[in-house]
């Protein structure tokens, strides 16, 4: 895959950090021009100077995806710097924890307005350069195994990466004709620092409690342990690139064989990977 993006520009959203810095890193390494959009300005500014300090191509861009003129100001940023755009990765989200019965009208905000309205405002503003895209434009989106089977305690998370799957399937019906690919993966549970953070809360927040949390919680995955972000990267990759050619409208499990393991119950307040994280 060494050059398998040459000559490509890339924005990734949510990639300070987690499954977004490393799609980012990855796709770099494959010759892409990558824009890395992250909230945190030291997080993604570090990111992004890792990218051209191993050869790479890189702008760091500090905008929150709720807000629909930064986001669009990412793209107009991404387009001026490397002359278009050809791939974006939304991998941006948070994970908020809560039933409905407990769950606030803020909460429930926040969460949609990262986790979905983020991916719609960056597919927006990105969707007439993609179109453009001489290589084939192409929208990967991170989203979850909790779009199709849930703990508990999770309901607007899971709702929203829900919401996700069924806004990949809409894009990529309406973008075909105009050689658009939109796809997604959907990661179980990854070693991001948001991963560990929930770690942190369901444990007493000592190192060693919270490694025998991800422990616990890798034991739930068929193949007996959590995910890296670089694993999930490879498959943003694939999406992402011409080997996918006909490829659209699909949600690619990411999960160690969580998902086969239906219709059997995922553990309770066990955690998925939040993109970007």
């Known amino acids: 895959m060494a050059e398998e ?16 810095r490393a799609a980012a890193e990855l796709l770099a390494a494959g010759g892409a021009a990558v824009a890395v959009s992250g909230v945190d300005a030291a997080g993604t500014h570090e990111a992004a100077e890792a990218i051209t300090a ?14 629909g003129a930064a986001v669009a100001e990412a793209v107009r940023r991404t387009v001026d710097a490397f002359g278009g755009l050809d ?11 809560g039933t409905v019965a407990d769950t606030d009208d803020k909460t429930w905000d926040e ?56 806004l990949v399937r809409s894009m990529a019906v309406d973008e075909a004709p105009f050689g658009v690919r939109v ?11 948001m991963l560990r953070r929930s770690a942190e809360l369901f444990s007493d927040g000592t190192d060693a409690s919270v490694q025998r ?26 999406l992402a690139g011409t080997r996918a050619g006909f490829l659209t409208g699909v949600d690619i499990p990411v999960d160690g064989g969580l998902l086969a393991t239906l219709p059997v119950a995922l553990p309770t307040a066990a955690p998925e990977p939040i993109a970007g994280a």
């Open 213 to 238: 949390m991800l422990d616990d919680w890798g034991r739930s995955h068929p193949l007996g342990r959590i995910g890296t972000p670089r694993e999930v990267a490879e498959a943003i990759a694939f």
């Open 183 to 193: 796809n997604a993966v959907c990661p179980g549970s990854v070693d991001t620092p």
């Open 5 to 20: 993006h040459a000559g490509r520009v890339v924005l990734v959203t949510g990639g300070s950090s987690g499954i977004g």
């Open 54 to 67: 191993a050869g790479g191509r890189a702008l760091p861009i500090v905008a929150d995806v709720a807000d």
């Open 87 to 97: 791939v974006l990765v939304t991998s941006a989200g948070i994970q908020r924890y």
């Open 111 to 166: 969460v949609f307005a990262i986790n979905v309205k983020g991916v719609f405002l960056a597919a927006r503003a990105a969707l007439p350069h993609l179109r453009r895209s001489t290589s084939g434009g192409a929208v990967v989106v991170v989203s979850s195994v909790q779009a199709r089977a849930t703990q508990s305690n999770v309901a607007a998370y899971a709702a929203a990466k829900g919401a996700l799957n069924a």
